[in-house]
């Protein structure tokens, strides 16, 4: 992590004479694509895994002296730096290390169609800087065959790091081959330290919305199986109503048959009988019991 710098408030530096900003970027959309997901990804809700103030910008200008006619890296993380309560005043619109108290952690280069001497006087000058990682993304392989260069400030020279991670800030930078704002490549990408992409929070949102309409047609096959379940009983308890009223007539007419009239209070308490089976039994029983007592018996002892 880069050494804190000390100033005190009246040893500011006069910066009035210093361009601090002059318009100039000129990217591509997929360029101006990448530095957007690595930096938004700060600040659009994400899981970042680290606790502590950081700023994560694109094209603004690193000054480290007054006169100085600055550099402007595609991308920058710094960590441990004041909040920006005054972000439109002049000191603090571009990176001033006397204002910001150091400088930034990691410095990303993303190579254009036209190189600008990402592995020549921007390696130099970064050192310089004393900034402790440079990365130089090269999606088009303008430099070499390697997409990613990954370099670590030893001393005052920065020496090939064979991986993208910083333990020290539990960040890392990963390849990842998906699709950002409709667009499927491959992308630069932040990540932790074991290598896991930090997802953004448009995709978080996005992975939450899945889970939630999974969710939802999960709820709506329930409640299909419940109707469909609610439908079977209501056959099943209309099959066995009128099961029911067909051994009601018939022992209706078995009684009336053997008994005559006299059976008209038997009637109504067997009409109270819910049981088809014991309804079935006293259907059966009808032909051979010898009185009407005799089946009352029947029923009532169950």
Known sequence: ?????????????????????????????????????????????????????????????????????GI????????NIPGGEKWWERNVRSYLFWEFGKSPDVVIEIVSPTPGNELGSKLTDYAKLRIPYYVVYDPLQKLSKTFLQVFQLQGTFYVPKNNALFPDLNLGLTLWNGVFENLSGTWLRWCDVDGNIITTGDELAAEKNVKISQKNAEISQKDVEISQNILEISQKNAEISQLKQALLLAIEMGLKFRFGDEVAGMLSEISAI?????????????????????LRKLYLSE
């Open 1 to 69: 992590m880069s050494e804190k710098l000390t100033v005190m408030a009246d040893e500011y530096p006069d910066t009035s004479n210093m361009i601090l900003e002059d318009d100039t970027p000129l990217d591509s959309f997929i360029n101006e694509k990448q530095q957007r997901l690595l930096t938004t990804v700060f600040y659009s809700g994400a899981e970042i895994p680290i606790n502590v103030p950081f700023l994560v910008a694109a094209n603004v200008g690193l000054f480290s002296y007054v006169g100085d006619s």
């Open 72 to 79: 402007v890296p595609d991308v920058f993380l710094s960590l």
């Open 274 to 294: 819910n049981d088809v089976k014991l309804l079935q039994e006293i259907v059966s029983q009808i032909p051979q019991v010898s009185s009407a007592d005799e």
